[in-house]
Antibody, heavy 120, light 110 residues
């Protein structure tokens, strides 16, 4: 069965960086794009970008350009999302989600989420 | 402020039907397919509908989706207390080259 398992909660300070991992199993890792979506406390879902695990190419939402880096390690079927220059507004639960494409894009499997708290 | 507009909340009694709307534009809903997600408190979103009106395996036919022009609708019939959750629409925006979500709708089953 498909599983996406994310790393544990992080507490970090303003101005620092955080790196969250997402390890996939139960399917061919390089056959599906992986997306990152975040959710601030009490707020809605916000798409951050995607990575193609096959070639490593990325697309980032304009809001996060210059601050986010998505990478992958095919030997461990793991994708990473690093967000830098953190501020309090980046406090959120970060999800990885597998992107599937039929006629349109949709997210069929999600990680459990990683809470990132930015606080001085 | 989300590009895709959903009502903040809807409510209905058990056994009744409810619809949740999602309004966008020609660059997103008008020219791309819509998906819907259910998020129970404290959990990750779960796919309910994809390609406007298709249900993944395991999703009961009480859940349905439709699209017309630049709007989409999620329908839920035979409401149960377990359906209380936040519901999000999603689609691709061709102008932004980005995936979008609606602001979310909180469903209360009275």
């Amino acid at each position: 069965q498909v599983q996406l398992v994310q790393s544990g909660a992080e507490v970090t300070k303003p101005g620092a960086s955080v790196k969250v991992s997402c390890t996939a199993s139960g399917y061919s890792f390089t056959s599906y794009y992986m997306h990152w979506v975040r959710q601030a406390p009490g707020q809605g879902l916000e798409w951050m970008g995607l990575i193609n695990p096959s070639g490593g190419t990325t697309i980032y939402a304009q809001k996060f350009q210059g601050r986010v880096t998505m990478t992958r390690d095919t030997s461990t079927s793991t994708v990473y999302m690093e967000l830098s220059s953190l501020r309090s507004e980046d406090t959120a639960v970060y999800f990885c989600a597998r992107g599937e494409y039929s006629f349109g894009l949709y997210f069929d499997y999600w990680g459990q989420g990683t809470l990132v708290t930015v606080s001085s | 402020q989300s590009v895709l507009t959903q009502p903040p909340s809807v409510s209905a009694a058990p056994g009744q039907k409810v619809t949740i709307s999602c309004s966008g534009s020609s660059s997103n809903i008008g020219n791309n397919y819509v998906s819907w997600y259910q998020q129970l408190p404290g959990t990750a979103p779960k796919l309910l509908i994809y390609d406007n009106n298709k249900r993944p395996s395991g999703i009961p036919d009480r859940f349905s989706g439709s699209k017309s022009g630049t709007s989409a609708t999620l329908g839920i019939t035979g409401l149960q207390t377990g359906d209380e959750a936040d519901y999000y629409c999603g689609t691709w925006d061709s102008s932004l080259s980005a995936s979008l979500f609606g602001g979310g709708t909180k469903l209360t089953v009275l």
